[in-house]
Nanobody, 124 residues
Framework: QVQLVESGGGLVQAGASLRLACAASRRAIYSRAMAWFRHAPEKEREFVASINWSGDSTLNADSVKGRFTISRDNANNTVYLQMNSLKPEDTAVYYC?????????????????WGQGTQVTVSS
């Protein structure tokens, strides 16, 4: 089991940027695909972005294309989500997730390990 801890959330104004980090421990993540999901109040959990084990393939939700970038540093067991041009509708708790295989996916049920989440609030 991989332990995941998210950080970097906060309160920002619309148009600002944030960089989320997901630090993994207990097991290395170099062979695992990773993803970010988000959950806003009164909404379903939503896929944001996924990255394959090597970092050369990514998948992004349409709602964040051109604004968010997922990346990874396998040497440091960390995954990042760079969020630019933030909008109030990006407000949510952001979760990091890991799956045992290395391919990207937007499906929630293929991810085996989840972090506790970090709050992102974007004011208008």
């Amino acid at each position: 089991q991989v332990q995941l801890v998210e950080s970097g959330g906060g309160l920002v104004q619309a148009g600002a940027s944030l960089r989320l980090a997901c630090a993994a421990s207990r097991r290395a993540i170099y062979s695992r695909a990773m993803a970010w999901f988000r959950h806003a109040p009164e909404k379903e959990r939503e896929f944001v972005a996924s990255i394959n084990w090597s970092g050369d393939s990514t998948l992004n939700a349409d709602s964040v294309k051109g604004r968010f970038t997922i990346s990874r540093d396998n040497a440091n067991n960390t995954v990042y989500l760079q969020m630019n041009s933030l909008k109030p509708e990006d407000t949510a708790v952001y979760y990091c997730a890991a799956r045992r295989t290395g391919c990207v996916s937007s499906r929630t049920n293929v991810y085996d390990d989840w972090g506790q989440g970090t709050q992102v609030t974007v004011s208008s």
